[in-house]
């Protein structure tokens, strides 16, 4: 956080404090780092219908800022107006993209208010529909006798798609032709063109596009199988071969460091309140994502979370050996 917004921060605090500030006052945004249409804009989607009531019934907008694994709309709301009415609903790439980054705009642990965590979301191995494998061993023997040839899309780097898809070629012991995409949406039109292969990724994007079996799945990504009916049959790809895989994904809400502390706590409220939205919570579940009830709905309690992950996934890229400038 640069002087100037350390100071702006001050000045704001004592204007707050000052009016009994009615939060909010106008609409309010949600940067969304990734393409419409995507795993991610979807929970923003119906996470923002959520938010309206507890929020006042205000106009909550969703606005997608893609790119840079989702580090391009990180860094618009870190220097966005200390105001709370412009949030970031990001997701793990939050805590993967330090270590991939040499040259990060804003220092994640730094320039942001943590307001707490929405939910958590399992990925999946899904394929192109005429690829000839039709399970993980079949994938297994079509890689091996097609090495050098397969394409796997992702959302850029610090995307799930990419963490999942660098284990996953890890396991594998294998390397493919990775295709960046800003976000698994165009990534998943893509894929269902038969332009890309595979790709690893949320199931908020995924389970209807397996449910309605345009995509072949070989596997999901958690350590415990799915109940989602969808995702039920989908074998884990610990039981599916590769010991120990267990990636599920997140989702938290960040507003710019130095918004005011009753601005912080209205959040916070209206996101506690939200994450208990019936409908949100069915809408959630049918994607086999799963809300959070926990403490991680702290914002304390999620910074902590996020540094854990920060180190939990540093080790990971830095074994990798992945990073970007
Ligand atoms: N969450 C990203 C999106 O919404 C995808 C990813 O992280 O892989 O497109």
Redesign the pocket.
């Known amino acids: 956080m640069t002087k100037t917004r350390r100071l702006l921060a001050a000045l704001f605090a004592t204007t707050v404090a000052a009016s009994a500030y009615a939060y909010p006052d106008k609409t309010v945004t949600i940067v969304?780092p990734?393409?419409a249409g995507?795993?991610?804009?979807k929970v923003a989607r119906d996470f923002a219908e959520a938010m309206r009531k507890p929020l006042g019934g205000t106009t909550i907008v969703v606005e997608n800022v893609?790119g840079a694994?989702?580090t391009l709309g990180a860094n618009k709301v870190a220097k966005a107006a200390l105001d709370g009415h412009t949030l970031l609903l990001y997701?793990?790439?939050m805590s993967t993209s330090p270590s991939l980054y040499r040259n990060m705009p804003y220092k994640t642990l730094e320039d942001f208010e943590y307001l707490g965590m929405i939910n958590e979301v399992p990925m999946t191995l899904i394929g192109h529909s005429t690829l000839p494998a039709n399970n993980f061993a079949e994938l297994t023997k079509w890689m091996a006798d097609n090495k050098g040839k397969i394409n796997l899309a992702?959302?850029g780097l610090g995307?799930?798609?990419?963490l999942?898809g660098l284990l996953f070629q890890q396991g594998m012991k294998t390397e493919m032709t990775t295709v960046p995409y800003?976000?698994?949406?165009p990534?998943m039109t893509d894929l269902l063109g038969g332009q890309v292969d595979l790709m690893c990724?949320?199931t908020t994007?995924t389970s209807t596009q397996i449910e309605a079996g345009k995509v072949k799945a070989y596997a999901v990504t958690t350590s415990k199988r799915l109940t989602t009916p969808a995702l039920r049959n989908l074998p884990t790809m610990d039981e599916a071969g590769l010991k120990g895989f267990n990636v599920s994904?997140w989702h938290g809400l960040y507003a710019p460091k130095g918004t005011p502390k009753p601005v912080v706590d209205k959040i916070n409220a209206a996101l506690r309140d939200a994450l208990k939205d019936a409908e949100f919570i069915k809408r959630q579940e049918a994607l086999g994502a799963v809300i959070v009830t926990d403490s991680r709905v702290n914002p304390a309690d999620h910074k902590k979370f996020v540094e854990a992950e920060i180190i939990k996934w540093g080790t990971a890229i830095k074994a990798a050996g992945q990073y970007a400038d």
Do not use: M, R, Y
């Not at 800003?182 to 949406?185: E, H, L, S």
């Open positions: 969304v990734f393409a995507g795993p991610t804009d893609s694994g989702g997701h793990i790439g992702n959302a995307a799930a798609s990419h999942c800003k976000g698994t949406a990534a990724d949320q994007n994904i």
